[in-house]
């Protein structure tokens, strides 16, 4: 938009058609405390200001604009009758002005100025949207790579942990073979194969992650009975943490069309995390149900909760809440993996937390679809 600043009403009408006319945004103000008015409070492309005016001259004008942070990069243009000797035209480029004109203004030059400083604002301005998008790519990169070396780093860490564990009770095996003791040959093979079943889970989703990068991750999808899956995804949670009852309620009462092993891989790194961040405590509840088409499971516990600040990252892909960190093992990809898998189902993941209190991750996907992502 345009602001013409001039005392004289006829100026400011034929300077107006002229500009609009030409498809410009006129804006007007007929002295020099109105037009500092309308600077504060709008944005303009370029000022068309007259220097004679009573009150505030157009150089006094243009010297408080100049001090204005919202319109100091805003070019201006003098208008003058009288004052045209040089050091007056010197005084308006000291005072912020880009260009004189001498009245009476030829309207085809003063045009020629305007389209000039309109095109060089566009190029100006894309150029700035240019250099912000540059910064926060650069941004994003760095935030990227710092991401990908903290994950190398927690990979290396989370995998070594179940390989020396792996590798002391077979050393413990060993001894245990030599003086004949089946009990606690029996006992160390358990606990060894429960590290290679935590190795096995942490290759799985390195896998996981690099399929979904690549773009190959594959669907096998059919109709199959979600009621029959989630309920033996139960009992083989219950199995492996018999301290833990997990509370069923409602059901779906119908086949599902999706990939089985995908989805419930959902289900197990939900009920997993569940038990995993409820420390103390002895229940998970899980809710079933089918809704206009849609099928709803939603898993809550009663464990330390996700503070406001983090619940829009957890599906991230690396994330991991610093607090909790150290406290827990785990990669921060079982929650960005099981949202792909969902949203390949043409679904949605959420979660719901009280810091302290408990949280409750759900997912949405349709019955009956052939959606694919």
């Given amino acids: 938009m345009i602001l013409i600043v001039d005392d004289t009403p006829e100026n ?33 492309v370029l000022i068309i200001l007259d220097v004679q005016m009573p009150g505030m001259d157009g150089f006094e004008v243009a010297e408080a604009i100049s001090g204005y942070s919202k319109a100091k990069e805003t070019a201006i243009i003098f208008l003058s009758a009288v004052n045209t000797e040089f050091k007056f035209i010197a005084k308006g480029y000291s005072s912020g002005g880009l260009d004189y004109i001498t009245k009476p203004v030829d309207m085809n030059l003063l045009l020629l100025k305007v389209k000039t400083f309109y095109r060089i604002y566009e190029q100006s301005r894309k150029l700035n949207e240019m250099q912000e998008s540059l910064l926060e790519e650069i941004e994003f990169r760095k935030e990227a790579e710092r991401k990908k070396d903290e994950f190398i780093s927690i990979a290396s860490h989370e995998l070594k ?9 077979v050393q413990l095996l060993e001894r245990s073979v030599n003086k004949g003791d089946i009990e606690t040959v029996k006992k160390h093979l358990g606990k060894a194969q429960v590290q290679l079943e935590k190795l096995n889970g942490l ?10 990068e690549s773009g190959k991750l594959k669907f096998n ?45 959902v289900l197990v ?6 038990i995993k961040y409820s420390p103390g405590t002895s229940e998970i509840h899980l809710t079933v149900n089918v809704n206009e088409g849609s099928l709803y499971v ?26 909790t960190s150290q406290r827990f093992q785990g990669l921060g990809i079982g929650l960005y993996i099981s949202a792909e898998i969902i949203r390949r189902h043409g679904g949605k993941v959420g979660v719901n937390s009280t810091y302290g209190a408990g949280s409750e991750f759900y997912f949405i996907i349709p019955v009956d679809s052939t959606t694919e992502v």
């Avoid at 058609?17 to 409070?41: C, M, N, P, R, W």
């Avoid at 942990?161 to 009770?169: A, D, I, M, R």
């Avoid at 939603?298 to 503070?307: E, L, Q």
């Fill in 221 to 265: 999808k059919q109709h199959f009975a979600i009621d029959c899956l989630i309920d033996n995804v139960i009992e083989v949670m219950h199995q492996s943490n018999p301290e833990f009852k997990v509370h069923k309620k409602g059901s779906a009462s119908c086949e599902i069309y999706g990939d089985e092993m995908r989805i419930e891989q």
């Fill in 161 to 169: 942990t179940p390989l020396t564990s792996v590798k002391g009770y």
């Fill in 298 to 323: 939603a898993v809550k516990d009663s464990g330390i909760g996700i503070s406001p600040e983090q619940l829009p990252h957890v599906f991230d892909k690396f994330y991991r809440v610093e607090e």
């Fill in 269 to 274: 790194n939900f009920l997993t995390n569940a």
């Fill in 12 to 44: 400011l009408i034929s300077l107006k058609k002229v500009l609009e006319k030409h498809h410009f945004e006129i804006d007007t103000a007929s002295s020099g405390e109105e037009a500092l008015k309308k600077v504060l409070k709008n944005s303009y």
């Fill in 203 to 212: 290759i799985a989703d390195l896998l996981d992650i690099s399929k979904i």
